[in-house]
């Protein structure tokens, strides 16, 4: 079976390790870009994704780039503690949370498709076309090429993992037009910065106009620093385009955040030291009725852009990627492949369709926006604003929709699976094993 995937991005590449370890070796991606350059600042992987990278092989190799938060803390904007749990195995999960540089990772998982797959990437491959095929045609997608050349890859599968402006949905929503902006600007960075708490907490400040998020990407350094990833964050700015790569002046936005000096991290010093600053438009898509049309499906955020404050753009391109190969893998045949789709997509859509509603109402983050409306001053015990069984409601109730919970986590069959047509290899899933 040929399959072609669209997008070199963390969706894409790890869509062809899930396909190659589901059984299937005639794969090709092919990506935009003329060399894979490891862009970004900051990824978390949550556990159910982690797990999903567990039984994949490749989780150790990941882990060796990041770090495994164990604390999550929100604090108000005057640096007052709100809530705080425990993360990965710290909270019990049998896998972690992982923190990683994307630009790191994506470069790992380049290295392992091509240790599993071989010379499979075409690099400066644009997509422009997509005829989707149907039971009996193949899908064909057309790409642009060096010097305006346009080559075409037929594939049994298409699964297009081409981001946010994804070229494939628009050539089936073409009236979509860009992302949605939801009113507030990102300052994304990385800096080098004493180490704060304990050392492995994701902290998140602020309320729903002013916020600041930071979190260990490494151990710390022979000086004893360590690197965090920090996303700054302001309602305002305007919508100039959701482009990942545009960097800006650091001393304006540390103004922006001045008097946030508390003590136990010193927010302004934090951006104004950045190794790098990066504006981002605060943008998502809305969900859409259909992702697969014949042989061509969508997959991570060409399917379902979300705001990229829940981690959940890394994770929910990763479980994509691995209910994806499960379904084909069943399949196995190319015949099958319309039908497997159809099971990915009624697997995964619903799913993303209400998280996405969820990050939209910021998620957890919920808890900071409910005790800057009930003490905007602050307040002495967070619970004369906010009750105990408040504020453990909301985690729980976004753990489950995210797919993270830990008893659900914990019971969920693997999506571990190889490629067969008989009955074998869907006892796998119903046993829990492989
Ligand atoms: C440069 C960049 C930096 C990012 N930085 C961060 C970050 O710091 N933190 C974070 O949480 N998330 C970041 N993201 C987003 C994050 O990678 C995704 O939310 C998530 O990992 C889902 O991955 P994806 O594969 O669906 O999309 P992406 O990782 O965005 O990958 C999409 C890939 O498709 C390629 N592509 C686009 N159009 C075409 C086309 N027409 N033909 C062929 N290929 C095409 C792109 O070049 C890209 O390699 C970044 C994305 C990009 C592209």
Known sequence: MQIVIVGAGIGGFITALSLEAAGFRDIV?????????????????????VRELTELGVADRIAELGVEPGTLAYFN???????????????????PQLSVHRGRLQILLRDLVEERLGDVI????????????????????????????????????????????????????????????????LWRGTALI??????????????????FVAYPLGAPLEDGRIRVNFIAER??????GADW????????????????????????????????????????RDAIPQWTFGRTTLLGDAAHAMYPNGSNGGSQATLDART?????????????????LAAYEADRRPATARLLELTRQTGPERVMQLAFERAPEGFADVHDAISAAELEGIAAEYKRAAGFHPSELAARPSLGVRRSADASAASLRDSGAA
């Open 245 to 284: 790569n545009r960097q800006v002046e650091r001393a304006p936005i540390a103004e922006l955040f001045a008097d946030w000096r508390f003590d136990w991290l010193d927010v302004p010093a934090t951006i104004a030291g950045a190794e790098e600053l990066l504006e981002y438009p605060m943008v998502d």
């Open 235 to 240: 309602r305002g700015g305007g919508v100039s």
């Open 324 to 340: 994806l190969a499960y379904h084909v893998a069943l399949a196995g045949t190319a015949a099958g492949v319309p039908a497997a």
């Open 194 to 211: 004493e180490p704060f708490l304990d050392g492995r907490t994701m902290i998140m400040a602020g309320d729903a106009e002013q916020k």
């Open 29 to 49: 991606v092919a990506e935009r870009s003329r060399e894979i350059r490891g862009l970004g600042v900051g990824l978390n992987l949550l556990p159910h994704a």
């Open 77 to 95: 904007r005057h640096g007052q503690a709100i809530w705080s749990e425990p993360r990965g195995r710290d909270a019990g999960y049998a896998w």
């Open 122 to 185: 075409r690099l400066g491959h644009s997509l422009v076309a997509l005829e989707p095929g149907d039971a009996e045609r193949r899908a064909v997608a057309t790409f642009e090429v060096a010097g305006g050349e346009r080559v075409e890859l037929a594939g049994d599968l298409v699964v297009a993992a081409d981001g946010i402006h994804s070229v494939a949905r628009s050539l089936r929503y073409p009236e979509e037009g860009g992302p949605r902006w939801g009113g507030l600007t």
